[in-house]
């Protein structure tokens, strides 16, 4: 699920806390990511990016509030680091998030918008040091906790919250950029470092840190979306590979199957095992179980059509036939009936998607 509810929580929230240990002084630095606080969905439809939806019937700036009130007083001052595109489906998030800051006027927030994908386009990922130049300042100001035997030395006094649409790839690697920026600060002041000196000098603890933060990514991603985390290789290894391009695209395959045809089923047993949905005495008796669903005649018509269509195309392509004309007929027809089923079905995508059956089902006969 996306977005927040009329309570100000919002899906996928996760506090991720970076925690070191050196002569018996321990320090801290603590991240959060959550989706887009605004009242918004995105069901899956058979396509490969599912426009996002805003509702237009909630009043997104009363669950706004209530979100940031609970963030600010957990956490303090907050730079809300927003890595959507700013272009296509995702504009809307990107504007109506700024919007909602804009309309909260709260001095204890700051919006930072970063467009991930364009400035980072081509492998051209040095570019993120843009957005980590533009909240150096804040780093710097947030600090980090410390504390030495039973005394306290420093306090974080702020946070960094950083979304992108799931709060998984390109999110993982901005919070890993900024964990490594505070601990070599940590460093610095623990004399582990000098001043300007990069932990990349030593091989073997850059290896160990860069993989703690990817094995985090795919903790978040596996649990999410159901696949490891995407870009890793960079988080790994500090620079994109082919290797992990081609990793990134099975991954993605996965995501796509599990998006459209199983996701439905997992928000339904999480609704039933949180209490979100409530089974009635009489259901499945007097009264019809959600979960049983009346298919529509497209779903059985259409991909038989389909089978059928791109069977006879490829006869016609594997048979040969004595007139050539007459075999291109063939297989332009039977090739052209099987776009033509196709594309019928990626129009009618909701028909075929397993999509949550209790809670949404409830929320749309109340």
């Known amino acids: 699920m996306r977005g927040m509810d009329s309570e100000g929580h919002v899906a996928n929230f996760v506090e991720t806390e970076q925690i070191i240990e050196f002569s018996g002084i321990k ?107 533009r909240v150096a300042e804040d780093l710097k100001s947030f600090g980090y906790f410390m504390i030495h035997d039973s005394s306290v030395v420093s306090l974080q006094t702020g ?6 649409i799931d709060c998984l790839d390109r999110t993982n690697v901005v919070q890993s950029l900024l964990a490594k920026k505070s601990l070599l600060d940590q460093f610095n002041k623990l004399g582990i470092l000098a001043v300007g000196e990069d932990f990349d000098s030593y091989p073997s603890f850059a290896s160990v840190f860069k993989n703690v933060w990817a094995d985090n990514a795919d903790v978040c991603a596996k649990q999410y979306a159901g696949t490891g985390a995407l870009k890793t290789d960079f988080t790994r290894t500090g620079k994109r590979t082919v290797l992990g391009a081609l990793k990134d695209g099975y991954n993605s395959l996965i995501r796509y199957f599990l ?99 209790l809670v949404q089902g409830k929320l749309k006969t109340e």
């Open 159 to 164: 946070i960094f919250r950083t979304n992108c």
């Open 259 to 357: 998006n459209n045809f199983y996701d439905g089923y997992r928000q339904d047993a999480t609704d039933l095992l949180l209490g979100n949905y409530e089974v009635e005495d009489t259901e499945g008796q007097t009264k019809p179980s959600p979960l049983r669903q009346e298919r529509d005649w497209k779903f059985y018509a259409l991909p038989a059509i389909f089978v059928v269509a791109f069977s006879m195309c490829i006869i016609s392509i594997l048979i040969p036939d004595e007139h050539p004309s007459e075999q291109a007929m063939y297989v332009l027809f039977w090739g052209g009936a099987s776009v033509i089923t196709l594309g019928c079905i990626y129009y009618y995508g909701q028909e075929f998607v397993d999509r949550p059956k």
């Open 27 to 133: 320090c801290s630095f603590v991240q959060t990511r959550g989706s887009v606080p605004l009242h918004w969905s995105q069901f899956p439809d058979l396509s490969y990016k599912p426009r996002p939806v805003i509702s237009t019937s909630h009043n997104h700036l009363d669950g706004f509030q209530r979100h940031f009130a609970t963030q600010v007083f957990h956490y303090g001052k907050q730079v809300l680091v927003n890595l959507l595109d700013q272009k296509g489906s995702e504009l809307k998030l990107v504007d109506g998030y700024g919007q909602m800051v804009k309309n909260l006027n709260n001095n204890q927030i700051r919006y930072e918008p970063f467009d991930f994908h364009k400035e980072c386009r081509k492998m051209q990922w040095h570019r993120l040091s843009v957005l980590t130049d």
